[in-house]
């Protein structure tokens, strides 16, 4: 292939291995759902663009390959690398440092080695295939030693790194072993985005107080090895959805069919709360359901009047927060619904599954009232998707304020999630809320979300790496 002018690199590529069916030969590969791939298509498309990534399979040797259009670059890993570099230091010491150490960190050498010697062999790779002067877009959390490692290799390269998860306040983050090197690695790109103003300050913090580095306004003056210095840009660009997609969802006749028989399904109740999240400990779903669990035993709600649809999609299982998390929800599902279930309607119907997005809509579009209590949350696309989808103006969307998502979301109902009393009233209210009210929220929800769309993220984004782009040649911007 030839090199490519606008590369991507993250964690996993933008499809998944189908195994063959009985009978026939070959794997193939299927584009995997999510709104990055989305909104960077156009530009990866009008740039020759690459993608390099983890193809989501221990020992997947693949070469890279073209797929509807763009260059895929797999970067296989061996069954040790994905439980040391995914399982342990991305997702075991990483995510929950970074999530206010809601589950406690571990902080094992081994897990390091592994995670700095697969972030060199992602930089590698997207050296390899990027072209004179390109640009690469690194992405999250798993890769936070690329970019350093990708400008060492290639200085003439514009690079990008986008953070989806929050970056903690300096008191949580100074308890990490590698703290200056992670700093180290983020500073080696020339923008460094996250999602929220005060995860860009609480980075800025960071290095100020760890690499004793200036920093102004948004801007961190970086001094090379060589002796010169750059100006490395760190700020906000709250990621969000094709929200398009998901009002023409909402629309189609057989989806909305579809929401009526979800709502006849679960037996007509009067209300229908909706929770889905991937299964996983910052997203508050204990809480959630000790606050309906109580609604029912006050007698201030009944099985008749309202039923929970959580769905749960299963996530990371080989990680052991992951597996204690699994066994708490369904104890405390399995205990709700004995005490409270009759033969015809159920408390919460719980689902551990992962459904398309035509389903998703559907869910959407039957409930409500939808649930997001997150206790720590990047951004939270899901109360994005849920507003996106309601283009009749209905339901109600419960907040958290620990999600990113409530920085622009003001009307919603916002909920501290760890006030269980102050979330059971936030339920009733929101189940008890006037047409006209709801109306009135969901326009101005769905006004904020339709503005500020993914498309306008990346946008945003790639106009602020351009911009320093042209500050260093030189060229007026
Ligand atoms: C979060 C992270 C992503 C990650 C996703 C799914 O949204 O920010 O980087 O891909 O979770 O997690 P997984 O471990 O399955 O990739």
Do not use: C
């Not at 760890?418 to 109306?439: F, N, S, T």
């Amino acid at each position: 292939m030839s090199l490519a002018e606008f590369v991507v690199v993250a964690n996993r590529l933008p499809v998944d291995r189908v195994p063959a069916a009985d009978g026939e030969a070959g794997d193939s590969w299927r584009r995997s759902p999510g709104g990055l791939v989305t909104a960077l298509e156009p530009v990866m498309r009008d740039a020759d663009g690459a993608w390099v990534g983890w193809p989501g399979q221990a020992d997947l040797e693949a070469e890279p390959f073209e797929f509807e259009g763009t260059h895929l670059v797999p970067v296989s890993l061996s069954a040790e690398e994905v439980e040391n570099y995914y399982e342990g230091f991305s997702n075991d010491t990483i995510w929950p440092l970074y999530h206010d150490v809601i589950s406690e960190p571990r902080y094992r050498r081994v897990w390091w080695d592994a995670y700095v010697a697969v972030n060199r062999r992602f930089a590698e790779a997207a050296a390899s295939v990027s072209a004179e002067g390109a640009t690469v877009w690194v992405q999250d959390y798993q890769l936070q030693l690329v970019p350093a490692m990708l400008r060492a290799a290639r200085p003439d390269l514009t690079i990008g790194y986008f953070h989806h998860i929050p970056f903690p306040a300096y008191g949580l983050y100074s308890q990490l072993p590698w703290r200056r090197q992670v700093l180290e690695g983020l500073l080696g790109a020339d923008v460094i985005g996250f999602q929220r103003v005060q995860d860009a300050s609480n980075f800025a913090r960071a290095v100020r107080r760890q690499l004793r580095i200036e920093t102004k306004s948004s801007g961190i003056v970086v001094a090379e090895a060589d002796g010169s210095t750059r100006t490395a840009l760190a700020k906000a660009f709250p990621i969000s959805i094709d929200a398009s997609s998901y009002a023409e969802l909402a629309a189609r006749p057989d989806i909305r069919a579809r929401a009526r028989e979800i709502r006849e399904g679960l037996g007509n109740p009067k209300k229908v709360f909706l929770g889905v999240d991937r299964l996983d400990y910052t997203k508050g779903i204990r809480h959630r359901l000790k606050a309906f669990g109580e609604l029912l035993d006050d007698g201030r709600l009944t099985v008749q009047d309202a039923t929970l649809v959580q769905v749960a999609s299963p996530s990371r299982e080989r990680v052991g927060a992951y597996m204690q998390l699994r066994d708490e929800i369904e104890q405390a599902v399995g205990r709700i619904n004995g005490d409270h279930d009759t033969v015809g309607h159920t408390a919460i119907r719980y689902l551990h599954q992962t459904y398309p997005r035509e389903e998703m809509v559907a869910l959407f579009l039957a409930a409500d009232v939808m649930l997001v209590t997150a206790l720590r949350d990047g951004m939270n696309l899901v109360a994005k998707e849920y507003v996106a989808s309601r283009s009749d103006n209905r339901g109600v969307l419960l907040l958290s304020e620990f999600a990113g998502a409530a920085d622009e979301l003001g009307s919603a109902i916002r909920i501290n999630p760890h006030d269980i009393d102050g979330l059971k009233d936030a339920m009733m209210r929101a189940v008890e809320m006037p047409a006209a009210e709801q109306g009135r929220r969901m326009r101005a929800l769905r006004r904020k979300v339709v503005e500020n769309d993914i498309a306008r993220w990346s946008e945003s984004f790639l106009r602020a790496l351009d911009g320093v782009r042209r500050a260093k040649e030189g060229t007026p911007q």
